[in-house]
């Protein structure tokens, strides 16, 4: 039982290059997310799938995109990447509303 | 709106007590509590919910007053694996179909020293 995974771990883009990272959770969750944390700040949310077949915008969508490609796996996309991007990206699942997150190692990200 | 939490930062001796709060603007209908160590990812607390129910870890107490919108975790006896910087993150409506989306606030930095 792995939990939740995230790969890769680090990136390092360039600006203007596009990557995608992945998210796969074994707990059979309906909720995905998708988090940035900047140093020295709280978690921001990106996007969010509630259940298989829904993604809905958070906080800070803007120069993402995202895909539940099945109830397992939640991708994020950056198409153009940019220096404000630069940050910790954390994947997130949850059974359901009222319930405990469980969160990814995080893949640390850096646009140059 | 984010969560405001406060102190931003504390520092303890081993065995003393502490607590953290976090104050919405916004009616609440949960407050859930997380901890993250320097470079690793945040790992569940505790939630309160509206009406009093809680879940959560047997050692780590929290409350959760409903009309001034506002949520206190306490750490209690304090000891150093307590140290990392905890978040409140905050759930304004229970709608099943909208997951349970999130709003943390910016953290309390806890320092517990020998």
């Known amino acids: 039982n792995a939990g939740v995974t995230q790969t890769p771990k680090f990136q390092v883009l360039k600006t203007g290059q596009s990557m995608t990272l992945q998210c796969a959770q074994d707990m059979n969750h309906n909720s995905m997310y998708w988090y940035r944390q900047d140093p020295g700040m709280g978690l921001r949310l990106i996007y969010y799938s509630a259940s298989e077949g829904t993604t809905d915008k958070g906080e800070v969508p803007n120069g993402y995109n995202v895909s539940r490609l099945n109830k397992r796996e939640f991708s994020l996309r950056l198409e153009s990447a940019a220096p404000s991007q630069t940050s910790v990206y954390f994947c997130a699942s949850s059974p359901g509303p009222s319930y405990e997150q469980y969160f990814g190692p995080g893949t640390r990200l850096t646009v140059t | 709106q984010q969560p405001v939490q406060s102190p931003q930062a504390v520092i303890l001796r081993e065995g003393e007590d502490a607590v953290i709060n976090c104050s919405s603007s916004k009616a609440l209908y949960s407050v859930h509590w997380y901890r993250q160590k320097h470079g690793e990812a945040p790992i569940f607390l505790m939630i309160l919910l509206k009406g009093g129910e809680q879940k959560g870890h047997d050692k780590i107490s929290a409350s959760f007053n409903e009309k001034k919108q506002q949520s206190s975790l306490y750490l209690t006896a304090s000891q150093l694996s307590y140290s990392g910087t905890y978040f409140c993150?905050?759930?304004?409506?229970?709608?099943?179909?909208?997951?349970?989306?999130?709003?943390f606030g910016g953290g309390t930095r806890v320092l517990v020293k020998p």
């Open positions: 993150g905050t759930e304004w409506s229970v709608i099943k179909a909208a997951g349970n989306k999130l709003t």
